[in-house]
Structures are given as C-alpha cells and as structure tokens.
C-alpha cells in the first residue's frame, strides 16, 4: 500500500511527501521500489536496463548513462556491465535491482524482503549495500523481512507487525530489552506465541 501497488484499504498514508490516496504518481516518483522478484529484464544488457530506466523516470540520454556508471560503480556491477542479465547470479542480480531503485535518487527506498534465496555471503554482501545507501546516498530504507537477524543488524527502528496490526515499534536494543530476549527472534516469539496460523 504504501508503494501504491494496492490501493489503502482504510486510512491514509503520506509518502517521502505525497498523499498515497490523493497524489500516487508523486509518490511514486519519490520512491525506489525493488520487489521480491527481480526486476530487470533477462535479455537486457545491465548497463542498457539501468540507463532504460532512468529514461523512463524522466532523465536525459545523458544523465542516464553517467548515473548508470555512478551506479554500477558503486555496487561493484561495473565488470560485468555488457552482459546479460540472465548470466547474473543471484546477488549480482540483486544488486542490479538495487541500481534500478535508486537510479532516479529517491529519497526513500523500498526493499521488498531483499535477501530472500541468496546464500549467506551473498546475503552479507547485500547487507553491506544497504549500509552504504544510507551513508553515500543519505537515503532512507524501508526494509520489510522475515529474517530477524538481518533487522537486527540493519535497522534503527524495527516495527513487528502481527495480523494486520502493530504490535511492537522501538529500536532492536530497546525491543529486546523490554522483552528481555536476546535476539529479535525472541522479541517475535514472546509477542505473538508460538502456534502455526492457517492465515
């Protein structure tokens, strides 16, 4: 919802600025948005996807170009710029989505269960991406995750949301403090109980 994917199904929200109801595309121009499922095209070239796409959020020919160089550059994509994307690995791949995010210089990024599938030095790689945006790019990180440890590590604010509803909104410190669990794995067991739910 707050990507305006879906419409709010009650509320509102406002979004790097824009009412998610009343000015969606203005939203959506203010956001990076990478899915779970990769978003380049497999027959594309790397450095041609990224520059298509900030064509398509309004950049010159050549401001696109010199921000796909900046990208690839500073995600570590810079070699493997003329290949296909279908010869990437996962993380490759993940990071080629990262530079297709942040090519228009949103100032708040959405990173839909980043890590999903990779492997576990693939997924320190990522981890270490997402530190740099926050420091290189000043940019603000919407992280959504199933894996506890990586909010841990990652996250200033952490919100736990159970059935729909917030139920927990603190810092991983603070969270485990008050629940006096030592992982945010815990924090999540002592919230919401231990029993599978069919929903």
Known sequence: MLTTLLPPTAGTAVVAGCD??????????????????????????????????GRLYGLSRTDAKKRADELLTVLDLEPLATRAVSTLSGGQRRRLD??????????????????????????????EVIRRLRVEYETTIFLTTHYLEEA????????VIDDGEVIADDSPA???ADHDRSTLDGVFLALTGRSLRDQ
Do not use: M
């Open 174 to 176: 603070k969270l485990k």
């Open 98 to 127: 990262i530079a297709i995010g942040l090519v228009h210089r949103p100032p708040l990024l959405f990173l839909d269960e980043p890590s999903t599938g990779l492997d576990p030095q693939n997924r320190a790689n990522l981890a």
């Open 20 to 53: 998610i109801r009343t000015d969606p595309a203005g939203a959506r121009r203010r956001i990076g948005y990478i899915g779970q499922g990769h978003g380049a095209g497999d027959y594309f070239r790397v450095r041609d996807e990224v520059v298509t796409q």
């Open 152 to 159: 841990d590590a990652l996250a200033e604010r952490v919100i």
